[in-house]
Protein backbone atom coordinates (compact mmCIF):
# COMPACT_ATOMS: atom_id res chain seq x y z
CA UNK A 1 0.00 0.00 0.00
CA UNK A 2 1.04 3.50 -0.35
CA UNK A 3 2.62 5.69 2.17
CA UNK A 4 0.35 8.92 2.91
CA UNK A 5 3.54 10.26 4.41
CA UNK A 6 5.66 9.64 1.60
CA UNK A 7 3.22 10.72 -0.68
CA UNK A 8 2.67 14.27 1.01
CA UNK A 9 6.42 14.60 1.44
CA UNK A 10 6.97 13.80 -2.20
CA UNK A 11 4.29 16.23 -3.56
CA UNK A 12 5.69 19.02 -1.32
CA UNK A 13 9.12 18.37 -2.86
CA UNK A 14 8.16 18.73 -6.13
CA UNK A 15 5.76 21.65 -4.94
CA UNK A 16 9.30 23.71 -3.35
CA UNK A 17 10.89 22.47 -7.01
CA UNK A 18 7.77 23.53 -9.04
CA UNK A 19 8.65 27.40 -7.42
CA UNK A 20 12.86 27.31 -7.82
CA UNK A 21 11.97 26.15 -11.90
CA UNK A 22 9.71 29.32 -11.93
CA UNK A 23 11.49 31.62 -10.75
CA UNK A 24 15.01 30.75 -12.54
CA UNK A 25 12.45 30.90 -15.92
CA UNK A 26 11.00 34.24 -14.34
CA UNK A 27 14.55 35.40 -14.44
CA UNK A 28 15.57 33.98 -17.25
CA UNK A 29 12.80 35.82 -19.42
CA UNK A 30 13.36 39.42 -17.97
CA UNK A 31 16.96 39.23 -19.12
CA UNK A 32 15.73 37.64 -22.29
CA UNK A 33 13.06 40.89 -22.27
CA UNK A 34 15.37 43.46 -21.51
CA UNK A 35 17.69 43.20 -24.83
CA UNK A 36 14.45 44.56 -26.31
CA UNK A 37 14.48 47.89 -23.72
CA UNK A 38 13.84 49.90 -27.38
CA UNK A 39 10.40 48.40 -27.79
CA UNK A 40 9.28 51.08 -24.32
CA UNK A 41 5.59 50.71 -23.34
CA UNK A 42 4.62 49.12 -26.75
CA UNK A 43 6.56 45.66 -25.50
CA UNK A 44 5.22 42.66 -26.96
CA UNK A 45 6.77 39.41 -27.33
CA UNK A 46 5.41 38.66 -30.81
CA UNK A 47 6.90 41.89 -32.04
CA UNK A 48 9.88 40.18 -32.70
CA UNK A 49 10.53 37.14 -34.59
CA UNK A 50 13.91 36.15 -32.38
CA UNK A 51 12.60 36.89 -29.35
CA UNK A 52 9.10 34.91 -29.71
CA UNK A 53 10.35 31.75 -30.27
CA UNK A 54 13.19 32.07 -27.46
CA UNK A 55 10.17 33.15 -24.70
CA UNK A 56 8.52 29.92 -26.24
CA UNK A 57 11.51 28.12 -25.50
CA UNK A 58 12.35 28.83 -21.75
CA UNK A 59 8.59 28.62 -21.17
CA UNK A 60 8.46 25.25 -22.99
CA UNK A 61 11.88 24.07 -20.82
CA UNK A 62 9.81 25.44 -17.87
CA UNK A 63 7.25 22.35 -18.67
CA UNK A 64 9.45 19.47 -19.55
CA UNK A 65 11.08 20.28 -16.26
CA UNK A 66 8.10 20.41 -14.20
CA UNK A 67 6.08 17.19 -16.19
CA UNK A 68 9.80 15.50 -15.72
CA UNK A 69 10.04 16.27 -11.96
CA UNK A 70 6.48 15.51 -10.88
CA UNK A 71 6.82 11.76 -12.84
CA UNK A 72 10.74 11.15 -10.96
CA UNK A 73 8.76 12.13 -7.75
CA UNK A 74 5.37 10.14 -8.36
CA UNK A 75 7.43 6.74 -9.76
CA UNK A 76 9.56 7.00 -6.17
CA UNK A 77 6.71 6.46 -4.55
CA UNK A 78 5.41 3.91 -6.73
CA UNK A 79 8.67 2.10 -6.50
CA UNK A 80 8.75 1.89 -2.62
CA UNK A 81 4.89 1.22 -2.36
CA UNK A 82 3.44 -0.90 -4.92
CA UNK A 83 3.88 -4.32 -6.02
CA UNK A 84 2.81 -5.35 -9.24
CA UNK A 85 3.92 -2.33 -11.28
CA UNK A 86 7.14 -0.76 -11.93
CA UNK A 87 6.74 3.00 -11.11
CA UNK A 88 8.28 4.14 -14.45
CA UNK A 89 5.69 1.62 -16.70
CA UNK A 90 2.58 2.71 -14.41
CA UNK A 91 3.16 6.27 -14.84
CA UNK A 92 3.37 6.12 -18.93
CA UNK A 93 0.22 4.44 -19.01
CA UNK A 94 -1.68 6.15 -16.42
CA UNK A 95 -0.32 9.72 -16.06
CA UNK A 96 -1.82 10.83 -20.03
CA UNK A 97 -5.60 10.70 -19.77
CA UNK A 98 -7.07 9.05 -22.52
CA UNK A 99 -9.01 12.44 -22.80
CA UNK A 100 -8.83 15.59 -22.04
CA UNK A 101 -5.37 17.99 -21.97
CA UNK A 102 -1.71 16.22 -21.24
CA UNK A 103 0.00 17.05 -18.48
CA UNK A 104 2.53 19.09 -20.96
CA UNK A 105 -0.40 21.00 -22.05
CA UNK A 106 -1.48 22.10 -18.50
CA UNK A 107 2.00 22.95 -18.05
CA UNK A 108 2.28 25.31 -21.15
CA UNK A 109 -0.71 26.82 -20.23
CA UNK A 110 0.95 28.27 -16.86
CA UNK A 111 3.63 29.04 -19.30
CA UNK A 112 1.61 31.18 -22.04
CA UNK A 113 -0.21 32.84 -19.08
CA UNK A 114 3.70 33.49 -17.53
CA UNK A 115 4.50 35.33 -20.91
CA UNK A 116 0.96 37.35 -20.93
CA UNK A 117 1.30 38.31 -17.45
CA UNK A 118 5.09 39.26 -18.14
CA UNK A 119 4.42 41.28 -21.19
CA UNK A 120 2.06 44.18 -19.12
CA UNK A 121 4.76 43.99 -16.14
CA UNK A 122 7.85 44.12 -18.53
CA UNK A 123 5.99 47.52 -20.98
CA UNK A 124 5.61 49.05 -17.49
CA UNK A 125 9.33 48.31 -16.23
CA UNK A 126 10.73 49.92 -19.07
CA UNK A 127 7.91 53.14 -18.61
CA UNK A 128 9.07 53.43 -15.16
CA UNK A 129 12.64 52.76 -15.34
CA UNK A 130 12.73 49.71 -13.45
CA UNK A 131 15.80 47.53 -13.20
CA UNK A 132 15.52 43.92 -13.80
CA UNK A 133 15.62 43.32 -10.08
CA UNK A 134 13.40 45.13 -9.15
CA UNK A 135 11.33 44.36 -11.42
CA UNK A 136 11.52 40.49 -10.18
CA UNK A 137 11.09 41.51 -6.84
CA UNK A 138 7.75 43.46 -7.67
CA UNK A 139 6.59 40.71 -9.80
CA UNK A 140 6.65 37.84 -6.85
CA UNK A 141 5.60 40.21 -4.21
CA UNK A 142 2.28 40.65 -6.65
CA UNK A 143 2.35 37.19 -7.85
CA UNK A 144 -1.02 36.34 -6.42
CA UNK A 145 -2.54 39.22 -7.69
CA UNK A 146 -1.21 41.92 -9.96
CA UNK A 147 -4.33 44.32 -10.20
CA UNK A 148 -2.75 44.92 -6.21
CA UNK A 149 0.36 46.65 -7.52
CA UNK A 150 0.33 50.49 -7.88
CA UNK A 151 1.40 50.01 -11.13
CA UNK A 152 -1.24 48.48 -12.65
CA UNK A 153 -3.54 50.61 -11.32
CA UNK A 154 -6.04 50.86 -14.24
CA UNK A 155 -5.48 47.83 -15.41
CA UNK A 156 -8.40 46.16 -14.18
CA UNK A 157 -9.48 43.24 -16.35
CA UNK A 158 -6.22 42.62 -18.48
CA UNK A 159 -5.63 39.19 -17.66
CA UNK A 160 -8.42 37.27 -19.37
CA UNK A 161 -7.79 33.69 -18.07
CA UNK A 162 -10.49 31.09 -18.33
CA UNK A 163 -12.38 30.17 -15.19
CA UNK A 164 -9.72 27.52 -13.19
CA UNK A 165 -6.36 29.39 -13.58
CA UNK A 166 -4.65 30.89 -10.89
CA UNK A 167 -3.40 34.16 -11.00
CA UNK A 168 -0.06 32.67 -8.89
CA UNK A 169 1.11 31.22 -11.64
CA UNK A 170 4.02 29.26 -8.94
CA UNK A 171 1.20 28.17 -7.47
CA UNK A 172 -0.59 26.95 -10.65
CA UNK A 173 2.39 25.00 -11.52
CA UNK A 174 2.78 23.26 -8.66
CA UNK A 175 -1.50 22.55 -8.37
CA UNK A 176 -0.66 20.84 -11.61
CA UNK A 177 1.77 18.53 -10.68
CA UNK A 178 0.51 17.68 -7.55
CA UNK A 179 -2.63 16.78 -9.19
CA UNK A 180 -1.09 14.72 -11.41
CA UNK A 181 1.73 13.15 -8.55
CA UNK A 182 -1.12 11.83 -6.24
CA UNK A 183 -3.68 11.40 -9.33
CA UNK A 184 -1.16 8.37 -10.59
CA UNK A 185 0.05 7.51 -7.55
CA UNK A 186 -3.70 6.82 -6.28
CA UNK A 187 -4.48 5.30 -9.80
CA UNK A 188 -1.51 2.78 -9.71
CA UNK A 189 -2.04 1.73 -5.81
CA UNK A 190 -6.03 0.87 -7.05
CA UNK A 191 -4.50 -1.48 -9.86
CA UNK A 192 -1.86 -2.98 -8.11
CA UNK A 193 -4.50 -3.89 -5.16
CA UNK A 194 -7.17 -5.33 -7.35
CA UNK A 195 -4.36 -7.48 -9.45
CA UNK A 196 -3.13 -8.56 -5.28
CA UNK A 197 -7.52 -10.03 -5.17
CA UNK A 198 -8.45 -6.66 -3.05
CA UNK A 199 -12.29 -6.94 -2.64
CA UNK A 200 -13.21 -3.36 -0.88
CA UNK A 201 -11.71 -0.33 0.60
CA UNK A 202 -12.64 2.06 3.67
CA UNK A 203 -12.28 5.53 3.29
CA UNK A 204 -10.08 6.53 5.89
CA UNK A 205 -8.92 10.09 7.17
CA UNK A 206 -5.53 11.43 6.62
CA UNK A 207 -5.68 14.75 9.38
CA UNK A 208 -8.10 15.90 11.24
CA UNK A 209 -8.66 18.88 8.89
CA UNK A 210 -12.55 20.45 8.85
CA UNK A 211 -14.55 18.69 5.94
CA UNK A 212 -17.87 17.86 6.00
CA UNK A 213 -17.21 16.06 2.55
CA UNK A 214 -14.35 13.70 3.98
CA UNK A 215 -15.68 13.29 7.38
CA UNK A 216 -19.67 11.58 6.28
CA UNK A 217 -17.52 9.14 4.36
CA UNK A 218 -14.38 8.27 6.50
CA UNK A 219 -15.07 4.39 7.93
CA UNK A 220 -17.65 3.83 4.88
CA UNK A 221 -16.42 0.85 2.85
CA UNK A 222 -16.32 0.94 -1.19
CA UNK A 223 -16.47 -1.94 -3.28
CA UNK A 224 -13.33 -2.73 -5.17
CA UNK A 225 -14.55 -1.08 -8.69
CA UNK A 226 -14.79 1.78 -7.52
CA UNK A 227 -11.57 3.74 -7.39
CA UNK A 228 -10.60 5.90 -4.54
CA UNK A 229 -10.47 9.46 -6.32
CA UNK A 230 -10.99 12.93 -4.08
CA UNK A 231 -7.95 14.29 -2.75
CA UNK A 232 -8.53 17.23 -0.50
CA UNK A 233 -5.28 18.71 0.24
CA UNK A 234 -5.75 19.51 4.12
CA UNK A 235 -7.62 16.12 4.45
CA UNK A 236 -5.38 13.73 2.74
CA UNK A 237 -7.56 10.93 3.01
CA UNK A 238 -6.48 7.45 1.82
CA UNK A 239 -8.13 4.16 0.94
CA UNK A 240 -7.47 0.89 3.22
CA UNK A 241 -7.59 -1.97 0.54
CA UNK A 242 -9.11 -4.91 2.41
CA UNK A 243 -8.33 -8.77 0.77
CA UNK A 244 -11.00 -11.26 2.67
ZN1 LIG B 1 -11.93 16.65 2.56
Not at 90 to 112: C, H, K, N, V
Not at 187 to 208: C, P, Q, V, Y
Request: charged share 25%; net charge negative; glycine share 6%.
Amino acid sequence: MVSNDLLVQQAAAYKREARKDFEAALAALISLAFRYKSMGENFLWSADPELEAEANRICRNLSDTCASKAKARAVAVMDECLDYFDGEAAWDFIAEPTSGESLLTRFDMAGSHLLELLEIWIALAFVNGMTKTYLKIEILRYLANPYASPLWKGLAGVLKWGPGYMKDIAAQLALIGQDAIIGAVRRAEWLDAMAKGATFWIWRRGSNFKCEDCQERAGQAFPIDIPFSEMHARCMCWPEYHYE
